[in-house]
C-alpha cells in the first residue's frame, strides 16, 4: 500500500515499489528526530506478559477465537510519546498500550480520538507541532479543523503517575462478527481496575526520567478491562478524529498483567492484525498506520525497502 491521497502524494521511485514508503517513513523520522534503530513514535516503553480471559457475552459478539478461548497469553507493550530515548516521562503527550492475544493486535492510546484522518496528515501534523511555535499548530488546525478535539484533550491532559492507571483507547472502530455473520462496529479500550489520580507537571518533572517504565514492576500484577463502546446512530462510526456520542459499552474480558519484561524481540505490533470474527476499520488512517508501522520497522533495521 502507498500512502498517496488526491490532497497529499508521495513521491514514487518506479524501480522500487516500496520506496514511497521508505521515504515517508524518513519523513517522519526527521519530524520527529527519531535516528535508525529507534522507534518513530513512543520510543521509549517497556514490555509486560500475562494473559486474556474473555467473558461469556464476548463470544456473542465475536466468534474471533480470543473471545472462545478459556484464557490467551498475552504479550504488550507500554510507551510515552514524546522525546525519543532521551525524553522526560512526564512531558506533555499521550501514552500507549500495546496487547498482543493471539492473532489479536491491540494498539491502544490514552487519547480516545486522533489528530488527523490519514498518513500524510500525520506528517503534517509532526511537523507543524515540532518546530514549537503555536503560530505553527494554529495554522495547521485552520486547514485541518478536525484535529481540534485530540488537541484541547491534549492539552487538558496531566502526567500520569503509572502506566497501570489510566485508559487507553482504539481510535478506529472495529467491526465484531458474529457467528451469524452480523457486525457491530465498536471502538475498543482497556479500562483499569485501579485508575491513578494524575500527577502535578513539577510533581512529574521531579520523577527520574524514566519513572514509568522503572516503577511499573512494582505495579504489577495489574488489571485492565477490555470494553466495547458503541456509537449512537448520528456518530460518524469510521472518523477517528471525532467523539462518540453514544453511551453503551459491554465488557468482553480481563487483562492480567503479571511480570514486566525487557523483551529481546518485541512483537511487531499491527493494528491491522485481525483474526477471523473481527472486520478491519474502514477508514484511511488505519491502513496508512499500519503501511507505515511495517516500513517503519524496516527503518529500524536499516534496510532501504519495505516489503
Known amino acids: 500500500m502507498r500512502l498517496e491521497h488526491p490532497e497529499h502524494t508521495v513521491a514514487t521511485v518506479p524501480n522500487d515499489p516500496h520506496d514511497d514508503d521508505t521515504r515517508f517513513v524518513e519523513q517522519l523520522a526527521a519530524a520527529t528526530g527519531a535516528d535508525r534503530g529507534q522507534r518513530l513514535l513512543h520510543a521509549r516503553g517497556r514490555g509486560a506478559t500475562g494473559d486474556f480471559t474473555p467473558y461469556r457475552q464476548a463470544a456473542r459478539l465475536s466468534a474471533a477465537e480470543v473471545f472462545a478461548a478459556a484464557r490467551t497469553p498475552v504479550t504488550a507493550r507500554f510507551s510515552s510519546t514524546l522525546g525519543g530515548n532521551d525524553g522526560h516521562d512526564g512531558d506533555p503527550g499521550d501514552h500507549g498500550l500495546a496487547v498482543r492475544i493471539g492473532e489479536l493486535d491491540l494498539v491502544m492510546f490514552t487519547l480516545p480520538v486522533f489528530f488527523v484522518r490519514n498518513g500524510p496528515d ?14 505553527a499548530v494554529a495554522d495547521f488546525v485552520r486547514h485541518h479543523p478536525e484535529a481540534a478535539t485530540a488537541l484541547s484533550l ?7 503517575t503509572s502506566f497501570t492507571g489510566v485508559t487507553y483507547h482504539a481510535v478506529h472502530a472495529f467491526g465484531l462478527v458474529d457467528a451469524a455473520g ?6 475498543l479500550s482497556w479500562r ?6 494524575a500527577l502535578t507537571a513539577a510533581s512529574a518533572q521531579a520523577q527520574p526520567r524514566d519513572y ?8 504489577l500484577p495489574a488489571r485492565f478491562e477490555l470494553t466495547a463502546h458503541l456509537p449512537d446512530v448520528d456518530d460518524d462510526v469510521h472518523d477517528p478524529t471525532q467523539l462518540w456520542t453514544g453511551q453503551e459499552s459491554i465488557p468482553l474480558g480481563m487483562l492480567t498483567l503479571t511480570e514486566a519484561e525487557t523483551l529481546s524481540s518485541e512483537p511487531d505490533f499491527d493494528p491491522m492484525r485481525l483474526p477471523d470474527g473481527m472486520s478491519a476499520p474502514q477508514d484511511q488512517l488505519s491502513k496508512d498506520r499500519s503501511t507505515i508501522y511495517r516500513a517503519a520497522r524496516r527503518y529500524r533495521a536499516g534496510r532501504v525497502a519495505c516489503g
Open 182 to 187: 452480523v457486525t457491530r462496529w465498536a471502538r
Open 154 to 160: 491534549a492539552e487538558q491532559a496531566l502526567p500520569i
Open 212 to 219: 514509568l517504565a522503572t516503577e511499573l514492576a512494582t505495579r
Open 122 to 135: 500525520m506528517l503534517a501534523f509532526l511537523r507543524a507541532t515540532g518546530v514549537g511555535d503555536p503560530a
Open 192 to 197: 483499569p481496575l485501579q485508575p491513578l489520580p
